[in-house]
């Protein structure tokens, strides 16, 4: 069975090992100084060995789509020309790089956030259907604001062209592979779920209409970007309210049969994940953040985003609610992964949860605890991730692949507490803010243990 060291192919592309950095929010934006961002945030976890880095959500277009404030876009050739650097830096240490092709959708930043939308009045939110009345009565209370405009057929496919041509730009400017961002409430989910998917045109409907989107995406990157690997997130909307809340929704089947579907299409990868029909806790799992919220400095850039003192309270409020419904539970995704696996030849990639070297060497069957109960080995995924703890630790993959580790079983110094998390919604960097974890990170920096011991 494979270990984390072992190397693993991704669509004809060679990944030196099975560590990933799960997809997070540079903030970037798109300035003089956004390559120079990029690298800082991307470069220390290439420097730690870590095998493949997934640079996090980028906007296919040029004007809405952000989920959060400081999102690049990869619209503009003459933007992405300068992202060769980036991806230079990354190839120098010997790593991959991926880069993760998004839209929101009705998640976008001109639902959400009350000072952009101010400054934005003529902005629409790009819709597969009419908003579900849930969020339609979010919108009567005042919480959200929608104004949505609905995409007629040819418009959804001149949205797939964009994710072609923005995957085109990718690939000229060196990085290895696409990853689309089918998961967190973007619009990737939002044609594959029942919950926002009421289209009566090719794009509605069936299962596999709904799955038709993603189908044009495929064959549009194929067709301007070449055989470049294609992986995707694939949706399970497991932890959603429950009916009568939310009635139409993913199951566990629907995500494993989605994901089967995808490789017959062409896909070369998938990273089955458990989420919500909304944008919540149930992809950050773990701590109420009472620290990112307390903090003074960050108050009035919370209040711009919500429209108010009150209003961040509530929203504080329902954080506060989905820290105990989406308590932390290591590796969470490893069923809907295991699941999968068992049924497609693609590499699965699994994500969510996962924190120390046996979790990994269990996933990817590589130890005795992983065995289906008659002494074979099992595996879950062909690759794990993490994305959080690269907030904490940067060069983190120094310390979990083996030939570096200083312990028998490392594991990461994040405490899943999302202080550094919320700040985001502010435009903030994301890095960790929680002192004791920072310490940590020193004391283990002083010993050493992130630096890598070369071939």
Not at 125 to 132: F, K, T, W
Not at 167 to 183: E, K, P, W
Not at 319 to 338: G, H, K, M, T
Not at 413 to 436: H, K, L, M
Request: proline share 7%.
């Amino acid at each position: 069975m494979a270990t984390l060291e072992d190397p693993i192919e991704i669509g004809g592309v060679t990944v030196p090992n099975r560590l990933y950095r799960a997809p997070l929010l540079e903030c970037a934006g798109n300035g003089p100084d956004a390559v120079d961002a990029l690298i800082d945030d991307l470069e220390p976890a290439a420097e730690s060995g870590v095998g493949l880095l997934c640079q996090g959500a980028t906007i296919v277009r040029g004007e809405g789509g952000c989920a959060a404030p400081g999102m690049t876009r990869i619209h503009d050739p003459d933007f992405v020309e300068r992202l060769s650097r980036l991806t230079d830096r990354i190839h120098d240490h010997g790593s991959r790089i991926f880069i993760q092709l998004e839209h929101g959708g009705l998640r976008s930043m001109e639902t959400w956030h009350a000072e952009y939308r101010e400054a934005h009045p003529d902005l629409e939110q790009l819709a597969v259907s009419r908003p579900p009345w849930q969020l339609r009565l979010l919108d009567r209370l005042g919480f959200l604001a929608y104004d949505p405009h609905v995409l007629s057929t040819d418009e959804v496919y001149d949205l797939a062209a964009d994710f072609g041509r923005a995957a085109a730009n990718a690939v000229a400017a060196g990085y290895d592979g696409i990853h689309l961002a089918g998961a967190n409430m973007g619009i990737v989910q939002q044609f594959l779920s029942p919950f926002y998917n009421r289209r009566d045109d090719e794009f509605g409907g069936s299962p596999e209409a709904r799955l038709k989107f993603l189908a044009v995406v495929h064959d549009e990157i194929r067709e301007r970007a070449g055989d470049v690997p294609i992986m995707t997130k694939v949706p399970a909307e497991t932890p959603a309210p429950p009916s009568p809340i939310v009635r139409r929704k993913l199951s566990l089947e629907d995500g494993i049969e989605i994901a089967c579907r995808l490789e017959k299409i062409g896909y070369d990868a998938v990273v089955p994940v458990q989420t919500s029909v909304a944008w919540d806790m149930s992809i950050v799992r773990g701590e109420y953040p009472a620290r990112a919220w307390e903090n003074d400095a960050l108050r009035e850039g919370y209040d711009a985003a919500f429209g108010g003192a009150a209003r961040r309270q509530v929203v504080a409020l329902a954080n506060r609610l989905q820290s105990f419904q989406y308590d932390f539970e290591p590796a969470w995704n490893e069923d809907v992964c295991r699941r999968v696996r068992e049924r497609v030849s693609i590499p699965v990639l699994a994500e969510g949860g996962i924190r120390e070297r046996a979790q990994m060497d269990r996933l990817l069957g590589s130890s005795e605890k992983g065995t289906n109960g008659v002494g074979e080995r099992k595996p879950a995924c062909d690759m794990v991730g993490m994305a959080r703890p690269f907030y904490a630790e940067p060069r983190l993959g120094a310390r979990l692949l083996e030939r570096n580790s200083q312990t028998a079983n490392p594991r990461v110094v994040c405490e899943s507490c999302n202080n550094c998390t919320v700040p985001q919604v502010t435009g903030a960097p994301g890095i960790c803010r929680t002192p004791a974890v920072l310490r940590k990170r020193g004391e283990l920096e002083r010993e050493g243990a992130y630096e890598r011991l070369k071939p």
